[in-house]
T-cell receptor, first 112, second 112 residues
């Protein structure tokens, strides 16, 4: 079965700093999703990547999927306290699985 | 466009009881997936429905069941509740797999 490993598990940064969160899959990714979650709440969709080498940006967040489609990174530029939360990557392994497999999450704290 | 709506937001049940959770997907979305989130296990896939058909089921006991109606609304039912069923239950809707998937706010179930 597919497994996703996220690193780091937690991250504390000073406001204004850049940061990167990584997500590595044990299998080729058919689709890679990034979500943000505030504790105890639902997941907020950030981006979905499908093609090797694909890169998407929204405001100050950029996500990339490597050429081999087994690793993705999420980069936040000039972090703000509003970026704080849990970042989760989810993978669709394609075929007839019809499910997303998620990593354990990265807890981001941004200190003002 | 309205988002994914889950009801109720919070539930407290006693061991042995049963519970039904509801999920109304985004208009036009025919795929609804359910996930259980706990601190220890993270996000675990329960089942996925598309046009009233269950296409995949996760590794949960038969006490967990679900269904989808012709208007794509979905319900999940947990019978004979156990303390370990306490969790945040999330549903996600999409047009199909490998497309953008949006989550609801979740239902927080506490079993006492």
């Amino acid at each position: 079965s597919q497994e996703l490993e996220q690193s780091p598990q937690s991250l504390i940064v000073q406001e204004g700093k850049n940061l990167t969160i990584n997500c590595t899959s044990s299998k080729t990714l058919y689709g890679l999703y990034w979500y943000k979650q505030k504790y105890g709440e639902g997941l907020i969709f950030l981006m979905m990547l499908q093609k090797g080498g694909e890169e998407k940006s929204h405001e100050k967040i950029t996500a990339k999927l490597d050429e081999k489609k087994q690793q993705s990174s999420l980069h936040i530029t000039a972090s703000q306290p509003s970026h704080a939360g849990i970042y989760l990557c989810g993978a669709d392994s394609g075929g007839s699985n019809y499910k997303l497999t998620f990593g354990k999450g990265t807890l981001l704290t941004v200190n003002p | 466009k309205a988002g994914v709506t889950q009801t109720p937001r919070y539930l407290i049940k006693t061991r042995g009881q049963q519970v039904t959770l509801s999920c109304s997907p985004i208009s036009g979305h025919r795929s609804v997936s359910w996930y259980q989130q706990t601190p220890g296990q993270g996000l675990q896939f329960l089942f996925e429905y598309f046009s009233e058909t269950q296409r995949n089921k996760g590794n949960f006991p038969g006490r967990f069941s679900g269904r989808q109606f012709s208007n794509s609304r979905s319900e999940m039912n947990v019978s004979t509740l156990e303390l370990g069923d306490s969790a945040l239950y999330l549903c996600a809707s999409s047009t199909d797999m490998n497309t953008e998937a949006f989550f609801g706010q979740g239902t927080r179930l506490t079993v006492v």
